[in-house]
């Protein structure tokens, strides 16, 4: 199998997501930019709770498939554009982490300095205006919001990380998550 160490990161990242209960097992994608410039992206239509290498698209720096027998996940033009933006990372996470895609289809600001963790490993985040999943309007507003940010939340969508790893981009995510949970905590102590 080629590329199988980038691949298997991938997949192992996936099913993390998963596990952990940041995504379900038809949702999310996780992407790997390598030093040569090859991605590595979930294929499409593939079941999260037990993706392994094989079901990881591998794509040259001209957008070539090496695995043409997979389909590069639907949301592939927004990781294309967020690497194109962003030559500083070589990870991308997204998911649709329960908390975090509550505060994603709500008006409510997520406060990510709530914890000293969340303010150090976070920041501030960007808040992502709400396009169609897969489109080409998702990928441009995702790839220009988050060229000051780290994370961000996708209205009416869930959530995205990205960082130089995909363990950083991991931790970015489940941060999110569990900063998330400990606002809508928050929130629910302040009205009892």
């Given at each position: 199998?080629?590329?199988?160490?980038?691949?298997?990161?991938?997949?192992?990242?996936?099913?993390?997501l998963?596990?952990?209960?940041?995504?379900?097992?038809?949702?999310?994608?996780?992407?790997?930019?390598?030093?040569?410039?090859?991605?590595?992206?979930?294929?499409?239509?593939?079941?999260?709770?037990?993706?392994?290498?094989?079901?990881?698209?591998?794509?040259?720096?001209?957008?070539?498939?090496?695995?043409?027998?997979?389909?590069?996940?639907?949301?592939?033009?927004?990781?294309?554009?967020?690497?194109?933006?962003?030559?500083?990372?070589?990870?991308?996470?997204?998911?649709?982490?329960?908390?975090?895609?509550?505060?994603?289809?709500?008006?409510i600001?997520?406060?990510?300095?709530?914890?000293?963790?969340?303010?150090?490993?976070?920041?501030?985040?960007?808040?992502?205006?709400?396009?169609?999943?897969?489109?080409?309007?998702?990928?441009?507003?995702?790839?220009?919001?988050?060229?000051?940010?780290?994370?961000?939340?996708?209205?009416k969508?869930?959530a995205?990380?990205?960082?130089?790893?995909?363990?950083?981009?991991?931790?970015?995510?489940?941060?999110?998550?569990?900063?998330?949970?400990?606002?809508?905590?928050?929130?629910l102590?302040?009205t009892?």
């Amino acid at each position: 199998m080629i590329f199988e160490e980038e691949r298997s990161q991938v997949a192992q990242i996936m099913r993390r997501l998963y596990e952990r209960g940041l995504t379900t097992t038809s949702g999310g994608n996780v992407s790997l930019k390598n030093a040569d410039g090859y991605i590595f992206i979930t294929a499409s239509q593939s079941d999260k709770s037990c993706i392994d290498a094989c079901k990881v698209v591998v794509l040259t720096k001209n957008l070539e498939n090496l695995t043409p027998e997979l389909k590069p996940s639907m949301e592939t033009e927004m990781h294309l554009k967020i690497y194109e933006k962003r030559p500083d990372i070589s990870a991308i996470v997204h998911a649709h982490p329960i908390f975090a895609s509550t505060f994603a289809v709500s008006d409510i600001k997520l406060d990510t300095f709530i914890t000293e963790e969340a303010g150090y490993i976070l920041g501030e985040i960007a808040v992502l205006e709400y396009k169609t999943m897969g489109s080409s309007e998702l990928a441009k507003v995702c790839s220009e919001g988050l060229v000051q940010y780290n994370v961000g939340l996708m209205k009416k969508h869930g959530a995205i990380a990205v960082g130089n790893s995909l363990i950083e981009a991991f931790d970015r995510m489940e941060v999110l998550e569990f900063t998330s949970r400990i606002c809508f905590n928050s929130f629910l102590l302040k009205t009892t």
